[in-house]
């Protein structure tokens, strides 16, 4: 079955220490994406890659980071610098442009973050 | 900045009862996408729009993009127990480079429905 994994489902993390979030994709999508969500928002962008070994920041950057050594996997690191870190992170991928068009976004079931 | 807007936050309604939530962006868009996240779920994906006034059903929910591609809208008939959840849409950014898989999202509509 191809999709998106993201492990562990819930992480408690002591406040000041860092933190990395799993996601791994065997749906072959070039493109991967981490967003934020919090009660009652939306998803904020916080980092995209659309090619192995090249990625760019997203709306939230501060605080976060990342990786892309791999086309399958592209985890993010939530840094101590990262004011509230506590929320939902969301893993994402998507395959290329449809006709010009965006293409849709595959989720996985999200990593839910508390940091006390 | 660019801005997509959701009305309303939230909608209570009766099973059987139709429900609706409205999208507006600040800038036109080339496509709008609907995602559908459930309670303690992922968003999944529902839909693109492309067209200038374009209308896609999928049973009983409807989808329209307006004329000027600012805006656009789901229509749920009868609702059942099952549309539970929180609909987003969703519109590429314009100041990214290229704009595969570059959304901005609304904040949601979250909408239950009493049986």
């Known amino acids: 079955d191809g999709g998106i994994t993201q492990s562990p489902k819930y992480l408690f993390r002591k406040e000041g220490q860092n933190v990395t979030l799993s996601c791994e994709q065997n749906l072959n999508h070039d493109a991967m994406y981490w967003y934020r969500q919090d009660p009652g928002q939306g998803l904020r962008l916080i980092y995209y890659s659309q090619i192995v070994n090249d990625f760019q920041k997203g709306d939230i950057a501060e605080g976060y980071s990342v990786s892309r050594e791999k086309k399958e996997s592209f985890p993010l690191t939530v840094t101590s610098a990262q004011k509230n870190p506590t929320a939902f992170y969301l893993c994402a991928s998507s395959t290329g442009p449809l006709r010009g068009n965006n293409s849709p976004l595959h989720f996985g079931n999200g990593t839910r973050l508390t940091v006390t | 900045g660019q801005q997509v807007m959701q009305i309303p936050q939230y909608q209570h309604v009766q099973e059987g009862e139709d429900f609706t939530t409205y999208c507006n962006s600040s800038t036109t868009l080339s496509n709008i996408q609907w995602y559908k996240q459930r309670p303690g779920g992922h968003p999944v994906f529902l839909i693109q729009?492309?067209?200038?006034?374009e209308v896609k059903k999928q049973k009983r929910l409807t989808f329209q993009f307006g004329e000027a591609k600012k805006n656009s809208s789901l229509h749920i008939t009868a609702t059942q127990t099952t549309d539970v959840g929180t609909y987003f849409c969703?519109?590429?950014?314009?100041?990214?480079?290229?704009?595969?898989?570059?959304?901005?999202f609304g904040k949601g509509t979250k909408l239950s429905v009493k049986p």
């Open positions: 969703a519109g590429p950014r314009m100041n990214y480079g290229g704009s595969q898989g570059n959304l901005i």
């Open positions: 729009l492309v067209k200038s006034g």
